[in-house]
């Protein structure tokens, strides 16, 4: 229940807000119930840290979307991946282990993690949070056209799957069949998740999933993990243009 309930009943005499909840159908009540009960209220305290404290929760309610976080590593030459031009499959590692525990960390931090088929077929990944204590991600399996195979771990182990296509039939239990129209369909996928609760996606591959994001602007992060190894030859990392936050 709403918190100014709570700190009118124990009469709490002064508060501190940081920033509003900018869900409309909440916004400034809280405070406005407050003063009225005779509690003082200060407001636009630490202002910009709490905004980036709760950026994902402001993302979803003012721009009606999941806030989305681009995430790739990259060797210092360049590439985000091998060249798999001879079909090679399987994970390939750029970064070392202590990456491994910050990227499942963010996995924690978001409500849903997002690959496309590229990604899905040839890393057969897990997607969850084993390397970090925490909820792993719902996983969200973007395949236009359906052309996964069934046996991927994606479709057949424990945890939650929503598999976006323009084709299909519904999945059974925790893998969850979505179709949508192929027009816009990036578009379509957010907004689906959108009305379905989720405030905050990963992307973690692959390039074409990246570059149909930055294309359409629809990302508000970028995290961009750096490796000193040189590969020589692979897939270039995506271009794009933004402000610097921080450099760890």
Known sequence: PPCS?????????????????????????????LKAAGVEVKQGILEKKCLELNKRFIAFHEKKRPFITLKWAKTKDGFIDKNRSSGDKGQFAI?????????????????????????????????????YEGKSPIRLVLDRFAKLPDFLVLFNDDNETWHF??????????????????????QKVLDYCYENGIQSILVEGGATIFAAFLKTRLWDEIIEIRSDNEIGDGLPAPRFKGTLKSRE
């Open 5 to 33: 309930d709570l700190i009118i009943a124990h009469r709490i005499p002064k508060v501190f807000v940081g920033c509003l909840d900018p869900n409309p159908e909440v916004a400034g009540a809280g405070v406005a119930k």
């Open 95 to 131: 970064s070392g282990p202590q990456a491994k525990v910050f990227v499942h960390k963010l996995r924690t931090e978001h409500d849903a993690i997002l690959i496309g088929p590229g990604t899905a077929f040839n890393d057969n990944p897990k997607l969850n949070a084993r390397w």
């Open 165 to 186: 296509s323009t084709k299909g039939y519904p999945r059974i239990g925790n893998k969850r069949k979505i179709v949508l129209p192929e027009k816009y369909f990036l």
